[in-house]
């Protein structure tokens, strides 16, 4: 059976909002995101968990809470001891903290939020030995401990001096014809 798709965002319902594009740009550019469709897929993570939490907040049942308020714990949105007032007070600064990319930049793999996407969409990263190059993927506490940083090293066997010394011939030889 094939998994259907669905859009993992939603969009503004207003098209034309100065201080929330303001808002925006100042993610966009404090957490090196591609694009607002980044923003509004930490939103639209943030507005499930709030959703969920108020549902359970109304509900008088505790299997309702527990689950959820492991789930932000395990991401390390909230603490141990942590309510469901907690979870209602997440921003979507607090989501975008949680991805790999700002792990990396913060971990001091790379220095700048850019350089940081661009050795995760490389492969450079790896968690737990597994190669991740999702810059969105949201990290648990366990994991964001084994993000570790794996750079190709130099070939030593002078590959590319070979290869320009080919080339130097073959001009060398389109010279001598040309004459």
Same mark, same amino acid.
């Given at each position: 059976?094939?998994?259907?798709?669905?859009?993992?965002?939603? %969009? $503004?319902? +207003?098209?034309?909002?100065?201080?929330?594009?303001?808002?925006?740009?100042? @993610?966009?550019?404090?957490?090196?995101?591609?694009?607002? #469709?980044?923003?509004?897929?930490?939103?639209?993570?943030?507005?499930?968990?709030?959703?969920?939490?108020?549902? *359970? =907040? &109304?509900?008088?049942?505790?299997?309702?809470?527990? $689950? @959820?308020?492991?789930? *932000?714990?395990?991401?390390?949105?909230?603490? &141990?001891?942590?309510?469901?007032?907690?979870?209602?007070?997440?921003?979507?600064?607090?989501?975008?903290?949680?991805?790999?990319?700002? &792990?990396?930049?913060?971990?001091?793999?790379?220095? %700048? *939020?850019?350089? =940081? #996407?661009?050795?995760?969409?490389?492969?450079?990263?790896?968690?737990?030995?597994? #190669?991740?190059?999702?810059?969105?993927?949201?990290?648990?506490?366990?994991?964001?401990?084994?993000?570790?940083?794996?750079?190709? +090293? $130099?070939?030593?066997?002078?590959?590319?001096?070979? =290869?320009?010394?080919?080339?130097?011939?073959?001009?060398?030889?389109?010279?001598?014809?040309?004459?």
């Amino acid at each position: 059976m094939v998994k259907k798709l669905k859009k993992q965002y939603e %969009t $503004p319902f +207003e098209a034309w909002d100065e201080e929330r594009i303001e808002q925006e740009k100042e @993610l966009i550019e404090e957490f090196g995101l591609a694009n607002k #469709r980044e923003v509004y897929k930490a939103e639209s993570e943030l507005r499930g968990l709030r959703r969920q939490a108020r549902k *359970a =907040a &109304a509900s008088e049942k505790e299997d309702q809470k527990k $689950p @959820l308020l492991e789930k *932000a714990h395990r991401l390390g949105l909230i603490k &141990a001891d942590g309510e469901i007032v907690d979870i209602l007070s997440l921003e979507t600064r607090d989501i975008l903290n949680r991805r790999l990319q700002t &792990a990396v930049e913060r971990k001091g793999f790379a220095d %700048t *939020a850019k350089e =940081a #996407r661009q050795r995760v969409v490389h492969g450079h990263i790896f968690i737990d030995g597994e #190669r991740v190059n999702v810059p969105g993927y949201l990290l648990t506490q366990e994991e964001e401990k084994e993000v570790e940083l794996r750079m190709p +090293e $130099p070939e030593e066997d002078g590959g590319s001096e070979e =290869a320009s010394e080919e080339v130097e011939e073959e001009n060398s030889e389109e010279e001598g014809e040309n004459e």
